[in-house]
T-cell receptor
């Protein structure tokens, strides 16, 4: 079992809809949580980070963290075709220094 | 805003050759990380440096070595290359006192033939 689990998708949503991406992690001591967007052949781009339980909003993106359930999610409002990419959930663990452990990523497709 | 710079962007090597990848972090960032991403896989952590000292080590083969220099740039040296080393190699940087957010460079695509 991977330390960070994501549904590989693809997740298909119509343009203008809300896309909901989910991630679970196994290290209960994990400290920091990140969402990266990666287009094919390109580098991961940091879009959100969250350190405390609850919601964090930035523009069309909302990250949600529930440490008790070891669950982190990303909501994308008003989804656009340009949001079509792979979304990587990454976790910085308690015992693993500052390295990031990534999930396998969820492919998001926004249909116009 | 300045980003992480990596060179070269593409590299083709033959088996058993050596390769050196370079990374220039975002100005004022003091920590550098190296990740390897194989086709269809998620990035895997290799090694990191904070203030020129190795800070963490992941699944880096013994054939690979890395260091961070006084100007904070880092180099990943890869020897006795194997076909399985073909991958995207990303460097990321962060500023420790400002949190743990890591910003990735554009990557070096290494092809071993």
């Amino acid at each position: 079992q991977k330390e960070v689990e994501q549904n590989s998708g693809p997740l298909s949503v119509p343009e203008g809809a809300i896309a909901s991406l989910n991630c679970t992690y196994s290290d209960r001591g994990s400290q920091s949580f990140f969402w990266y967007r990666q287009y094919s052949g390109k580098s991961p781009e940091l879009i959100m980070f969250i350190y405390s339980n609850g919601d964090k909003e930035d523009g069309r993106f909302t990250a949600q963290l529930n440490k008790a359930s070891q669950y982190v999610s990303l909501l994308i409002r008003d989804s656009q075709p340009s949001d079509s990419a792979t979304y990587l959930c990454a976790v910085r663990g308690y015992s693993g220094g500052n390295k990031l452990v990534f999930g396998a990523g969820t492919i998001l497709r926004v249909k116009s | 805003a300045a980003g992480v710079i990596q060179s070269p962007r593409h590299l083709i090597k033959e088996k058993r050759e050596t390769a050196t990848l370079k990374c220039y972090p975002i100005p004022r960032h003091d920590t550098v990380y190296w990740y390897q991403q194989g086709p269809g896989q998620d990035p895997q952590f290799l090694i990191s440096f904070y203030e020129k000292m190795q800070s963490d080590k992941g699944s880096i083969p013994d054939r690979f070595s890395a260091q961070q220099f006084s100007d904070y740039h880092s180099e990943l040296n890869m020897s006795s290359l194997e076909l399985g080393d073909s991958a995207l190699y990303f460097c990321a940087s962060s500023f420790m006192d400002r949190g743990y957010e890591q910003y990735f460079g554009p990557g070096t695509r290494l092809t071993v033939t």
